[in-house]
């Protein structure tokens, strides 16, 4: 007797299902089991259409496959394709009105936001699941999100419009969630209030118009990226995160350029028009594909090669991106995304002096007065592009960068403000997550000290973090009771860690007394 076709899928399934189950799986397994999944996939799409409610399970499955292989792998392509699977399930279960399985994906997605850290955004789809999940219906909510990414309105809601706003303005609600650096937020909320105003124009006006893309220096964790996410929420606009470091030059082993363009489009639920609608696109550590000194006369595929496939979208063109399914290719539009590259450029101060030191007239033994040196550069006031061409970025690609925005190392008083001023801040963060179980105090001094070590670690705001888990570890484990955050408390931490392994021993070994013994020990 011939097996019918559902059979076949639904072995196929089971088959994947089996490889996912093995303690321990490897990679290899996983990715057996994801190319039968795939296979699956394609089966069920011949058969009934792509819309088919079994469908949305094998997108599921898919998307929990590839969030293994992350896990697994480190490798955020996967965590990419992992996102797209469940946000295909998700349209699929939106539409078939199914709230039950649809309040599963949308928490999956909120675990893929928070391995991000956009802590944020996890959030706001965990209540988004909740919500879904105590009605029992496909919510308001949900059903104006599906309508944005689609760029359509919602029912009852008006076109999709972008806020007029004054630089002033922009600048005033980046304060509100980014400390200091205010010569950078001025210079962000001018470019984009400039950005806003020219994609509001009618389109024969703004091809005359010529976008203005941005480029921020400074140091690692000086809050460049903090500065683009909150700058994308103000404009209520689509926002792709990128790291140059995994890109190449197309047609080499390695991430190219199109795919930070399919990735935006994967955020806007492959909407052309939302994805169009003066979206950011951010991409930091530009300064690592900067082009080779020295002899080497091999094509610079990393580094000059990436920055010549910018130049095109940069300036305005249709670029091919691949599309939702197998094959399939989207033409996007450039000419209304804004692009923001950020870097943190080690050494360019240091070309800086040397140019102006090479243009400083000496006489007679007052010459050693005149120098300059690195440490007393004002980057803001004394860059020029013939430092960056030096540096080893290309004339082309600069010549398309216009605005400059320059971050600073952030100071003690910046780092203690980080941790309780701005909306989200670290202890606000730690005090929500643990209330009801923990009552946490935060003294100055212990402010203070978790400040000063991040500057001594020169991690900047990332930094803070890392030592708030470490300063916290023994409330977040034992989830009751009362602390006191003080610099003693900071600076004894290791002992307290040390304290938690020592009693987890201890609890252990009970635990293996306590034992029964079976026919084998006896």
Avoid at 94 to 101: C, D, P
Avoid at 237 to 253: F, I, M, N, R
Wanted: with cysteine.
């Amino acid at each position: 007797m011939r097996t019918t076709w559902e059979d076949k899928i639904r072995d196929m399934i089971g088959e994947a299902r089996t490889l996912c189950n093995i303690e321990s799986p490897t990679s290899d397994v996983i990715s057996k089991a994801i190319d039968i999944l795939s296979a699956a996939l394609r089966k069920h799409i011949k058969a009934t259409g792509p819309e088919h409610i079994g469908i949305a399970g094998i997108h599921n499955m898919l998307g929990f496959g590839y969030s293994t292989l992350w896990q697994l792998e480190s490798d955020e392509s996967f965590l990419d394709r992992a996102e797209e699977s469940f946000r295909s399930a998700r349209s699929i279960f939106e539409k078939a009105g199914n709230a039950e399985e649809l309040a599963g994906v949308i928490y999956s997605l909120a675990c893929v936001a928070r391995e991000r850290g956009d802590v944020e955004r996890a959030l706001a789809l965990l209540a988004e699941s909740r919500e879904v999940s105590e009605t029992g219906t496909v919510g308001a909510s949900v059903v104006k999100e599906s309508a944005a990414a689609e760029g359509k309105p919602a029912t009852g809601d008006a076109p999709v419009e972008l806020p007029d706003l004054t630089p002033r303005a922009i600048k005033a609600l980046l304060d509100k969630s980014v400390i200091g650096q205010h010569a950078a937020k001025r210079t962000l909320a001018i470019a984009a209030g400039l950005h806003l105003r020219r994609v509001m124009l009618p389109a024969a006006e703004r091809e005359l118009v010529k976008k203005s893309n941005v480029l921020i220096i400074g140091p690692t964790g000086s809050g460049k990226t903090k500065l683009v996410a909150t700058l994308a929420k103000i404009l209520k606009v689509p926002v792709v995160l990128a790291q140059a470091t995994s890109l190449t030059e197309a047609g080499y082993t390695g991430g190219n350029v199109e795919d930070v363009l399919s990735k935006l489009l994967r955020s806007c639920n492959y909407s052309v028009k939302l994805a169009q609608l003066g979206s950011i696109v951010f991409v930091d550590e530009i300064d690592k594909k900067a082009t080779r000194s020295g002899g080497d006369t091999s094509r610079d595929v990393s580094g000059q090669g990436v920055q010549q496939s910018f130049l095109n979208m940069m300036e305005g063109a249709v670029v091919s991106v691949p599309g939702r399914r197998m094959g399939e290719t989207i033409e996007l539009d450039t000419s209304n995304i804004l692009f923001i590259f950020a870097g943190a450029f080690e050494g360019l101060t240091e070309i800086v002096a040397a140019r102006k030191n090479s243009s400083v007239t000496r006489i007679g033994f007052h010459g050693a007065v005149d120098r300059v040196e690195a440490g007393e550069i004002d980057l803001s006031a004394d860059l020029q592009v013939e430092d960056f061409l030096k540096f080893g970025m290309i004339r082309e690609f600069m010549g398309r960068v216009p605005v400059f925005a320059c971050v600073n190392t952030l100071t003690l008083a910046d780092l203690t403000d980080i941790l309780t001023v701005p909306e989200g801040c670290l202890v606000h963060q730690f005090t929500t997550l643990l209330q009801g179980k923990v009552v946490l105090r935060f003294e100055p001094d212990g402010l203070a000290a978790i400040a000063k070590e991040a500057l001594e670690r020169k991690t900047g705001a990332r930094g803070l973090e890392t030592i708030m888990h470490q300063v916290l570890e023994p409330a977040c484990f034992a989830m009751e009771g009362e602390y006191i955050i003080n610099a003693e408390m900071v600076r004894d931490r290791k002992n307290a860690s040390a304290e938690l392994d020592r009693r987890g021993e201890h609890d252990a070994r009970s635990e293996r007394l306590l034992w029964p013994a079976t026919p084998a020990d006896c």
